[in-house]
């Protein structure tokens, strides 16, 4: 059974930094691609960075410059670094990570909660 554990969220000032992390326990056999998702009160689910096994990294365009993912394979722990955080950013993160058991499937942190308010 795999589970992901996320920390690091909190409430931040307009102008900010956080930095989250979200870490994989259980019967891993390797990670493919990890990730963070962000869903605000009555919105969708967005996507809002990626980055795969050898590094290739991906992010919306609202967040380019400002956030950097960032991935530990020895620990099977991904991180997001939060900087210049705006008050529509106020969501819930969620992580993602592909991981093959050795079958590949999906899998999601519980998510933490990021408030940036003044």
């Known amino acids: 059974q795999v589970q992901l554990v996320e920390s690091g969220g909190g409430l931040v000032q307009p102008g900010g930094s956080l930095r989250l992390s979200c870490a994989a326990s259980?019967?891993?056999?390797?990670?493919?691609?990890m990730g963070w998702y962000r869903q605000a009160p009555e919105k969708q689910r967005e996507l809002v960075a990626t980055i795969t096994s050898g590094g290739s990294t991906n992010y919306v365009d609202s967040v380019k410059g400002r956030f950097t993912i960032s991935r530990d394979n020895a620990q099977n722990t991904v991180y997001l670094q939060m900087n210049s955080l705006k008050p529509e950013e106020t969501a819930l993160y969620y992580c993602?990570?592909?991981?093959?058991?050795?079958?590949?499937?999906?899998?999601w942190g519980q998510g933490t909660q990021v408030t940036v308010s003044s």
């Open positions: 259980g019967s891993i056999r390797s990670i493919s691609v």
């Open positions: 993602y990570m592909r991981i093959g058991t050795p079958l590949y499937d999906n899998y």
